[in-house]
Nanobody
Framework: QMQLGESGGGLVQAGGSLRLSCAAS????????MAWFRQAPGKDREFSAAISPGGGAGLYSDSVKGRLVISRDNAKNTVYLQMDSLKPDDTAVYYC?????????????????WGHGTQVTVSS
């Protein structure tokens, strides 16, 4: 049973940056696709980014492409989300997830383990 814990959220002005981290324990981290999803107030949880078990280029939603970068360090069992040029619309609770999706990596139903989330608030 894998446990995930996010950190790094906070309040930032529009145009600013944040770096989220998600530490994993209790599982073989390097076997899992890792992803970040976000949920804004009153909205469904939506996909933001995913990265393959071995790392490499990430998969991004159109709304974050070019501004957010996902990376991972398998030696530290940690996945990161570097967030630049933040906008008020990026305000949400950000969740990391782990899975072995045979289907689409953008579908939250394909992920088995979830963290509790970290709040990101971007002021205008």
């Amino acid at each position: 049973q894998m446990q995930l814990g996010e950190s790094g959220g906070g309040l930032v002005q529009a145009g600013g940056s944040l770096r989220l981290s998600c530490a994993a324990s209790g599982g073989t981290f390097s076997k899992y696709v890792m992803a970040w999803f976000r949920q804004a107030p009153g909205k469904d949880r939506e996909f933001s980014a995913a990265i393959s078990p071995g790392g490499g280029a990430g998969l991004y939603s159109d709304s974050v492409k070019g501004r957010l970068v996902i990376s991972r360090d398998n030696a530290k069992n940690t996945v990161y989300l570097q967030m630049d040029s933040l906008k008020p619309d990026d305000t949400a609770v950000y969740y990391c997830a782990a899975g072995r999706p045979s289907g689409g990596r953008q579908d939250l139903r394909n992920y088995d383990y979830w963290g509790h989330g970290t709040q990101v608030t971007v002021s205008s």
